[in-house]
């Protein structure tokens, strides 16, 4: 199992944002977390990698407790994230925003390959990596951001609303881009609100309500639940 | 007359503090009373700290130049025109706002490390100008001033102290009343994001360079009472450290509340005093406790007592999916405007073009929209649609083209303006006042249309107070509507990614539009969520009869809500049509729909 949350509890102030969320992602997985705004979706993947913490100790990646490890280490462990709303360094050029993702990494061979094969998968970036971040579309910069997760080369991916304000064309290149990567064999963690696709996306979901998880099951089953359907999926 | 808990402890601690200081004269000797008189003259200059840094984030290093202008008018004033004490202190602190406010004009134009270096390098200049110019104040020597007459009487320090504490109280209460206006909050609107400041028709020359005048004449007033309370004044009470000191006791305390000018300035004056014993180790050892102080208190004094004092009651967080119920059926009373709108086309957009370093962002986009209307714009990210947004709600002005707003050129005008005509809008990447609460980012929202004057602000009239309540309640009618009433004593920066969206939505309607631009409302909404603002935005036209301009990637809320659909792709319309009839545009599904609908 690549990564386990038990039990895990989270408070911003004295307001609880997580509570006793239990989920797990095994090797080579898409799972796909799901719920409303305000649910605790950014807040679990935050407290993952380290930037808010659970009250106890309870997150495992890859059997060994991080939950109290600091946030630069975590990344070094093989996690990396995708923020909600990209986060990049806007001023800097993309060559500068993906090498910063390298910046735990020793190896200046190994970088060289990874920065090739990110170019390989998003080729535009390639074209424009002389360009300061901010100058690229809104696509592109979400492809950046992924991007610099990956030149962490992690072994553990977690993206928070990768395809948030884009277009319906990128938003299919971006979701077929997950699913190349996912062939690669790297695992995936999905926020996404486009549930549908997520759904299909992944092979297994949670679906966060207040701060506890409400549902989980195979995504086929969760799509075909008409309950479901109806609480978080909209009727289309 | 029954207050909330908190409040009493509030006056009870403010009464406790000013009898405290007032009945001094009673229980001190002079030195330590001379000492309170300081602390206490220094927290009017740091009350303007406090309001020019603190609240409207504008960063000052020369307030003891202010101050010195304060000082040394009221001096001048008093020994060489024998002009009456307690008319001097207003006279100079009006003479120390007006260099304020003229020093705020060139801070418009600058980030806020030049501004830091501007108010740095004033502070210099007027030391420098006192020290060297001997005809005026005997240069470094400095000058003696005669103690403050009252009433044909000379006044001991004793009953100078009582004229001290009553001054500052009243400064204390005024600074109150103004960061508790729509003032103080065009203050901190334009302190977390001037951008979206203007987008609500705060006027930000207007408020940065008052923002600076009133910062200037808490200095100048401290400077005088500086004047009356040591009676003799050199240029050495003015230098560049004591603009520091000022700063410093600000921070201190904490520096978006005015509590903390108080407890900040009582703690740096005292502090000294206390360590006078350890003389070669006094600085040294205030150094040291600051240091630690401000590590360990990263908010101040005061946000230490909030965290362990005030107790925050647990937010419901329970607004799941679909379980909003919007409650606010009509526009409040206080949002509905005069008469409506006579002219059939709303906005009407003529060639507009324009180029941002060689990139044509718009080239010759043309548009007319009905009042009533719900006209959407789609197209690829980096089309231009939010560019368009920019030059209609005024932040950028186009290269050619014009722009008419209900039968008006608005192609000149600002964007505090166009505010005001009746041009709201939200953010595609969302641009809240992030420290403040969700309540009053929606009040700031209502900025244009709350009248009070500055005066009135500070006075707290009757008027002004009911016109606040009434713009209060409609914003708390305002956050119902978009279903985030349970969260509105929240900070802003605290809701999720899809609250904050909506909450820009109740702030842009705060200001009663006739035409809203919503830029992206639905990303990062999930579909039940969308229903919600679905209906919302029907109703928005509907009930409220405000016209409704939308980029949105979301088909299916583009689809349903519009009227008419614009495309645009690498800045040139490409396609115009109803909704069906782009649907189905070879172009459009080309450059943005795509063909597999995987």
Do not use: Q
């Given at each position: 199992m690549m990564l386990e949350l038990k039990n895990v509890n989270a408070y911003y102030g004295r307001i609880q944002a997580l509570q006793d969320v239990s989920l797990r992602v095994d090797e080579g997985k898409i799972v796909s977390l799901l719920g409303a705004n305000g649910a605790g979706k950014t807040t679990t993947v935050r407290t993952i990698v380290g930037l808010n913490r659970s009250t106890s100790n309870d997150i495992r990646f890859e059997g060994r407790p991080i939950g109290k490890i600091p946030p630069h280490k975590i990344v070094r462990l093989g996690v990396a994230m995708v923020p909600e709303r990209r986060e990049l360094f806007p001023d800097m050029k993309v060559i500068d925003n993906l090498e910063m993702g390298a910046y735990?990494?020793?190896?200046a061979v190994e970088m060289r390959r990874d920065l090739d094969w990110i170019y390989g998968l998003f080729p535009v970036l390639a074209e424009r990596r002389k360009n300061r971040a901010r100058a690229l579309s809104g696509g592109q910069q979400q492809m950046l951001a992924i991007g610099r997760a990956l030149m962490s080369h992690p072994r553990l991916l977690l993206l928070d609303e990768p395809t948030l304000g884009l277009a319906p064309l990128i938003v299919k290149q971006i979701f077929a881009t997950l699913r190349e990567l996912n062939q690669q064999g790297m695992t995936i963690l999905l926020i996404e609100q486009n549930a549908n696709q997520a759904l299909r996306l992944s092979e297994y979901s949670y679906i966060l309500e207040n701060g506890r998880i409400a549902l989980e099951g195979k995504s086929t089953a969760l799509s075909a639940n008409p309950t479901v359907q109806r609480s978080y999926l909209g009727a289309i | 007359m029954k207050f909330p808990p908190r409040r009493q402890v509030t006056f009870a601690v403010i009464a406790l503090a000013l009898g405290l200081c007032a009945a001094a004269p009673l229980f001190l000797s002079n030195y330590p009373l001379f000492v309170l008189s300081l602390a206490i003259v220094n927290c009017i200059a740091v009350l303007g700290v406090n309001l020019v840094m603190g609240h409207a984030g504008q960063i000052s290093l020369g307030q003891a130049g202010f101050a010195a202008i304060g000082g040394y008018a009221t001096a001048l004033l008093v020994v060489n025109l024998e002009v009456s004490y307690w008319l001097a202190v207003p006279v100079g602190a009006l003479l120390a706002a007006g260099s304020g406010y003229i020093l705020g004009f060139p801070t418009l134009r600058l980030g806020p490390l030049y501004v830091s270096m501007v108010t740095f390098g004033f502070g210099l200049i007027v030391v420098i100008i006192v020290q060297n110019w001997y005809e005026l104040a005997n240069g470094p020597n400095g000058m003696v001033v005669p103690p403050p007459v009252f009433f044909g009487r000379e006044l001991f320090p004793r009953e100078f102290h009582i004229a001290i504490v009553a001054i500052a109280a009243v400064l204390f209460l005024l600074a109150r009343n103004i960061v508790d206006s729509k003032h103080g909050r065009a203050f901190v609107a334009i302190r977390e994001s001037e951008l979206a400041a203007r987008g609500m028709g705060v006027n930000l020359a207007h408020y940065k360079t008052t923002a600076f005048a009133l910062g200037s004449f808490y200095a100048g007033i401290s400077g005088g009472l500086f004047a009356g309370l040591a009676q003799f004044i050199n240029p050495d009470a003015f230098v560049f450290p004591v603009s520091i000191l000022y700063v410093t006791m600000a921070i201190l305390g904490g520096i978006n509340t005015l509590a903390g000018a108080a407890i900040g300035s009582a703690m740096l004056t005292v502090l000294p005093e206390l360590l006078r014993g350890a003389a070669e180790y006094k600085d040294f050892l205030t150094g040291f406790l600051l240091l630690l102080l401000l590590i360990f208190l990263p908010n101040g004094i005061v946000g230490l007592l909030r965290k362990h004092l005030v107790r925050v009651p647990p937010t419901k967080s329970g607004s799941s999916a679909g379980g909003r119920v919007a409650t606010c059926n009509v526009l409040p009373t206080t949002l509905q405007r005069r008469g409506r709108s006579e002219n059939a086309t709303l906005l009407r957009v003529e060639n507009l073009s324009v180029s941002f370093g060689g990139l044509k962002a718009l080239q010759n986009v043309n548009l007319a929209m009905r009042s009533d209307e719900i006209l959407s714009v789609i197209g690829p990210n980096g089309a231009g649609k939010t560019t368009l947004f920019n030059l209609i709600s005024g932040l950028n002005r186009p290269d050619s083209g014009r722009i008419w707003l209900d039968g008006t050129d608005i192609t000149g005008r600002t964007a505090h303006s166009r505010a005001r005509l009746g041009i709201a809008r939200t953010f595609q990447n969302l641009d809240l006042?992030?420290?403040?609460?969700v309540l009053d980012n929606v009040r700031v929202g209502a900025h244009t249309r709350l009248k009070s004057s500055f005066l009135q602000a500070a006075l707290r009239t009757s008027a002004e107070r009911a016109e606040e309540a009434r713009y209060c309640d409609t914003a708390r009618d305002l956050l119902q509507f978009v279903g985030l009433g349970p969260y509105a004593d929240q900070k802003a920066n605290r809701l999720a990614f899809g609250h904050q969206r909506l909450l820009e939505v109740a702030r842009a309607l705060a200001s009663a539009p006739k035409l809203l631009l919503l830029d992206e409302p639905a990303a990062g909404l999930n579909s039940s969520e969308l229903d919600f603002l679905m209906d919302l935005i029907r109703r928005i036209r509907e009930d409220f009869g405000i016209s409704v301009l939308l980029i949105g990637h979301t088909m299916r809320l583009v689809m349903m809500l519009s009227n008419r659909v614009i495309v645009l792709d690498h800045g040139v319309q490409l396609a115009e049509g109803l909704p069906a009839e782009i649907q189905k545009n070879s172009r459009v599904i080309e450059a943005y729909l795509g063909t597999d609908d995987a």
């Open positions: 735990s990494r020793a190896s | 006042f992030g420290e403040m609460t």
